[in-house]
């Protein structure tokens, strides 16, 4: 099976922060990856797919990169409904697997 | 619009069993490879299982955890996913979520999801 492997496991910020996350795969998944976002209560939200590619209807303050084992999620200016819980996944292969989370947490 | 219901949840003793439903509406259920996601409670996502679309026979995959104890399963007259859970442990108490799979440029991810329904299993 894949490991998924995000860091930091929670971050605290203030509103108009840059914040990056990573996730690590333990082997490489091209670029078969999504990231969500959780909000208490809610289900997930993808927020971008294919390592860097936007969903429809997601604000370009949310970016993607990497490839293979190494990816990064950056939210460019945090706002207020920004904290939340975020989740990468893979689809390369079966078993698909998640991260662990990374909450972004109000400084 | 797409919408996704899951019901069935509730409290079950260990070692018993549990259907739980998927209502969708708003696409072609037949056209869609449709999930199973299931969160403990304070805890991560994690997958459980698959059934693909009429195109790919509906053949499914499952997760190591499940295999053998759980089934998807649809009813494509009825637009219902199914999640059938047999000998049931504690460790299966979660929120269960379904999700439509989403095509894109190549690239199958979960685009929509239920609200879940919330599976306990105690005594």
């Known amino acids: 099976d894949i490991q998924m492997t995000q860091s930091p496991s929670s971050v605290s910020a203030s509103v108009g922060d840059r914040v990056t996350i990573t996730c690590r795969a333990s082997?490489?998944?091209?670029?078969?990856l999504v990231w969500f976002q959780q909000k208490p209560g809610k289900a997930p939200k993808s927020l971008i797919y294919?390592?860097?590619s936007l969903q429809s209807g997601v604000p370009s303050k949310f970016s993607g990169s990497g490839s293979g084992t190494d990816f990064t999620l950056t939210i460019s200016s945090l706002q207020p409904e920004d904290f939340a819980t975020y989740y990468c996944?893979?689809?390369?292969?079966?078993?698909?697997?998640f991260g662990g989370g990374t909450k972004v947490e109000i400084k | 619009e797409v919408q996704l219901v899951e019901s069935g949840g509730g409290l079950v003793q260990p070692g018993g069993s549990l259907r739980l439903s998927c209502a969708v509406s708003g696409f072609t259920f037949s056209d869609h490879y449709m999930d199973w996601v299931r969160q403990a409670p304070g805890k991560g996502l994690e997958w459980l299982g698959r059934?693909?679309?009429?195109?790919?026979?509906?053949?499914?995959e499952y997760a190591a955890s499940v295999k053998g104890r759980f089934t998807v399963s649809r009813d494509d007259s009825k637009n219902l996913l199914y999640l059938q859970m047999n000998s049931l442990k504690t460790e299966d108490t979660a929120m269960y979520y379904c999700?439509?799979?989403?095509?894109?440029?190549?690239?199958?991810?979960?685009?929509?999801w239920g609200q879940g329904t919330l599976v306990t299993v105690s005594s």
């Open positions: 996944q893979q689809y390369n292969s079966y078993p698909l697997t």
């Open positions: 294919g390592a860097s």
């Open positions: 999700a439509r799979v989403v095509r894109a440029d190549g690239h199958y991810f979960f685009g929509y």
């Open positions: 059934s693909r679309d009429k195109a790919n026979s509906y053949t499914t």
């Open positions: 082997q490489g998944i091209n670029n078969y």
